[in-house]
């Protein structure tokens, strides 16, 4: 997720993928653009350690970037929707 007010940069998943590919093979990417955010998918848990680990508080089109691990919606939010299900 992007810090700081909109307008967010424009975020591809190219993007994502160019920064977080060295990191494990990837699964999955969906980016939420309107609202400055993406998920990464990995084949791997050590993968997305290093992921979070290295990525948290680096640049990224300009922006700091906020990487942690996504957590389960609450109970009355909408989850994200997975790649194929929109």
């Given at each position: 997720?992007?810090?700081?007010?909109?307008?967010?940069?424009?975020?591809?998943?190219?993007?994502?993928?160019?920064?977080?590919?060295?990191?494990?093979?990837?699964?999955?990417?969906?980016?939420?653009?309107?609202?400055?955010?993406?998920?990464?998918?990995?084949?791997?848990?050590?993968?997305?350690?290093?992921a979070?680990a290295?990525?948290?508080?680096?640049?990224l089109?300009?922006?700091?970037?906020?990487?942690?691990?996504?957590?389960?919606?609450?109970?009355?939010?909408?989850?994200?929707?997975?790649?194929?299900?929109?």
């Amino acid at each position: 997720r992007f810090q700081g007010d909109e307008p967010y940069p424009k975020l591809t998943e190219e993007d994502i993928r160019d920064k977080f590919y060295s990191f494990g093979e990837i699964v999955s990417v969906r980016v939420q653009a309107d609202r400055g955010q993406a998920f990464v998918e990995y084949t791997e848990p050590d993968a997305c350690e290093l992921a979070v680990a290295s990525m948290n508080r680096k640049e990224l089109l300009g922006r700091t970037l906020h990487v942690k691990w996504a957590r389960a919606p609450k109970r009355g939010e909408v989850a994200a929707p997975r790649r194929g299900d929109e």
